[in-house]
């Protein structure tokens, strides 16, 4: 399936999409089992051209494993939910147990975790904080064994049919996707942008929407670990949209008559490739 509106925005690499399968195709690049990993490297390889896969075996890290849709992967993260809520905090330094367990991975794990698992990454004011933003996420586990990344140009959609797609995109062409957004659709919020980590941004929530009777698509990357991670495969300026199957066919329909047919579209367009 080639996408309009990738055409349309001048997209210089593939639309992803995600679905859930029991097989994992021929050829599927993976992640080792139990090796740490961030689950985007998979979608950045789907978007330049890659059919990759994770499983429940081997989903990078448990966050990775949580945002992709494998149920509750922090009660597995060392020290449990209470680990990681002080990891994602406050930092585990000072607590007795969080501090054995530093001292029990140390053997394992490079000295950056072990510096981020005592001090924090305090991207939340304190674990309670973690807490509710865990409480508040849309957890599930989805009832395949392996969530499977494809270029959309690979998908013929007769024959299966994507729970998500996800765009790789530039500021410009992020605008455009959320302007694209509400085209056609009721009310002037048909974007949403929850702070989540990149992963749950392309998985938990654009599930969730997905089986709304009025999806939304979801705007990631907020994450400025994902943000880290992913500059050597798309640079600093880059966004990500994660269209709900259902809401991309429609919006697919509309690029045709559109704005992106228009004069303040074909200049953006025109003025970054001068």
Same mark, same amino acid.
């Given at each position: *399936?080639?996408?309009q509106i990738?055409?349309?925005?001048n997209?210089?690499?593939? +639309?992803?999409?995600i ?5 994992? +195709?021929?050829?599927a =690049? ?5 090796s740490w ?11 330049k051209g890659?059919?990759t896969?994770c499983?429940?075996?081997a989903f990078? @890290?448990?966050?990775?494993g ?6 509750d ?11 990681f ?5 406050s930092?585990?330094a000072?607590?007795? &147990? ?5 001292k029990?991975l140390? +053997?394992?794990?490079?000295e ?10 305090r991207y939340?004011k ?6 509710d933003?865990i409480? $508040?996420?849309p ?8 969530v499977?990344?494809k270029?959309l140009?690979?998908?013929?959609p007769? =024959?299966?049919? +994507? ?5 790789? @995109?530039?500021?410009?062409q992020?605008?455009? #996707?959320?302007?694209?957004a509400?085209?056609?659709?009721d009310?002037n $919020?048909?974007? *949403?942008y929850?702070?989540?980590?990149g992963c749950q941004?392309?998985?938990l929530y654009?599930y969730?929407e997905e089986?709304?009777?009025r ?5 990631? #990357?907020?994450?400025l ?7 050597k495969?798309?640079g600093?300026?880059?966004?990500? %949209?994660?269209?709900?199957?259902s809401?991309?066919?429609? %919006? ?6 559109s704005?992106? &047919?228009r ?12």
């Amino acid at each position: *399936m080639n996408s309009q509106i990738a055409a349309a925005i001048n997209l210089p690499h593939q +639309p992803v999409a995600i679905l859930w399968n029991d097989e994992i +195709p021929d050829g599927a =690049q993976r992640f080792k089992d139990n090796s740490w990993a961030c689950s985007l490297w998979l979608t950045a390889a789907a978007a330049k051209g890659k059919v990759t896969a994770c499983s429940r075996d081997a989903f990078g @890290c448990f966050g990775g494993g949580t945002g992709l849709g494998f149920g509750d992967q922090y009660r597995n993260f060392p020290g449990g939910t209470e680990g990681f809520c002080r990891f994602l905090s406050s930092g585990n330094a000072g607590h007795p &147990e969080g501090e054995a367990v530093a001292k029990a991975l140390k +053997p394992f794990a490079d000295e950056h975790f072990i510096e981020e698992y005592l001090q924090g990454e305090r991207y939340l004011k304190n674990p309670e904080a973690v807490q509710d933003f865990i409480d $508040d996420l849309p957890m599930r586990d989805i009832p395949t064994r392996y969530v499977v990344f494809k270029p959309l140009s690979e998908i013929d959609p007769q =024959q299966e049919e +994507p729970i998500v797609v996800v765009f790789f @995109c530039s500021p410009d062409q992020f605008s455009a #996707l959320g302007v694209l957004a509400n085209y056609s659709f009721d009310g002037n $919020d048909n974007v *949403m942008y929850p702070f989540a980590a990149g992963c749950q941004a392309i998985g938990l929530y654009a599930y969730d929407e997905e089986e709304k009777d009025r999806p939304k698509a979801v705007a990631g #990357l907020m994450d400025l670990s994902a943000r880290l991670y992913l500059r050597k495969h798309f640079g600093e300026n880059v966004m990500s %949209m994660s269209i709900p199957w259902s809401m991309f066919q429609t %919006m697919e329909g509309n690029v045709a008559g559109s704005f992106l &047919e228009r004069n303040t579209w074909n200049q953006l367009l025109q003025s970054r490739m001068t």
